[in-house]
């Protein structure tokens, strides 16, 4: 079973660790051999900025780039940047594993869409709105007093922008209001990276039911997050969890929405499923629980590379 995860926070285990950090073979969630041992299509790797560490997050996004793109000219023959579909697609025809550009927190563009623009031509793909503090573009949804402050002015254009680029639009973190928006002035499919359901776990980082219609509405689709406190209250979140989710995913807005979206490397705790080279745990449990083998496909890797089709 291929396997396409839209987000992971391995380029921060890259900058903390430095010289020591090992591509091929780490004790992280993301490495080489594991996502060979997944059979990895194609990985998206975050560049994450936090308004209240980063002095400058537009330099702190670049230097995150720049060190995704030295890790991977070491290892050329196994994995390379890949653009769009048919970069994708090559790739996986040559044996490499492509690497997805994203950015987690718009602040990195300091409201210019200039920047934007700079960072599609540095192979950005992907732009995550919102982190957890307020930026030019929206609010986060992890603040209940922003709960029904939608996109700002900027925020719309941004929108436009991308889809008028090929940058795929992603809501996770941003917040319920800014979701509607979104879905209103996107002429693509828009994807929530590393979202849940928040029906089976009520957290505000997970989507509500309406919202999932409304994504699955849109040809959209969610990312299944592995990170405990979206899968499941107070204890280590367990296969039988994200089995949970998928299925009321699956039974609100069909099998089309649901991907996959570990967060690696940005989880505290691991789950059941402690690292990428463990992902055929889901595949035996979904098979065990009924799902076919093509609705399986469509969660692993199939709905994911419409999207990225569809959208670059």
């Not at 927190?105 to 919102?130: C, D, M, P, Q, W």
């Not at 254009?157 to 979701?179: K, Q, R, T, Y």
């Not at 039974?251 to 055929?280: C, K, L, R, S, Y």
Request: aromatic letters at 8%; hydrophobic letters at 35%; charged letters at 30%.
């Amino acid at each position: 079973m291929k396997l396409i995860d839209m987000h992971c926070d391995t380029i921060l285990m890259m900058m903390n660790q430095k010289e020591k950090f090992n591509f091929v073979n780490n004790d992280l969630g993301v490495d080489l051999q594991k996502l060979k041992k997944s059979n990895s299509m194609a990985q998206f790797f975050a560049a994450f900025v936090n308004l209240k560490e980063d002095n400058d997050p537009l330099e702190r996004a670049l230097d995150m780039i720049d060190r995704l793109y030295q890790e991977i000219d070491k290892y050329k023959g196994e994995i390379k940047i890949a653009k769009n579909y048919c970069e994708l697609m090559n790739n996986n025809n040559e044996g490499k594993i492509s690497a997805f550009l994203t950015i987690e927190g718009g602040e990195a563009l300091k409201g210019k869409i200039s920047n934007l623009r700079n960072f599609y031509k540095l192979g950005v793909r992907l732009i995550t709105l919102t982190w957890n503090y307020k930026n030019e573009i929206g609010y986060p949804g992890c603040e209940l007093k922003f709960k029904n402050k939608g996109l700002t002015e900027f925020g719309k254009n941004l929108v436009h922008e991308m889809n008028n680029l090929g940058v795929i639009v992603d809501v996770s973190h941003l917040n319920d209001a800014g979701f509607y928006d979104v879905i209103e002035c996107s002429s693509k499919p828009i994807v929530a990276s590393h979202s849940n359901a928040r029906s089976i776990t009520n957290h505000s980082r997970n989507l509500t039911d309406d919202m999932i219609k409304k994504l699955a509405d849109n040809g959209g689709v969610m990312g299944i997050n592995f990170c405990n406190a979206f899968l499941s209250k107070n204890r280590k979140a367990s296969v039988e969890d994200m089995i949970r989710h998928i299925e009321h995913i699956r039974n609100v807005g069909g099998i089309d929405v649901i991907a996959i979206g570990t967060d690696f490397d940005g989880i505290d705790n691991p789950p059941e499923i402690e690292h990428m080279g463990e992902m055929n745990k889901l595949e035996k449990a979904l098979y065990k629980n009924g799902f076919s083998e093509e609705e399986i496909e469509k969660i692993f890797y199939k709905n994911t590379l419409r999207i990225i089709k569809e959208n670059l």
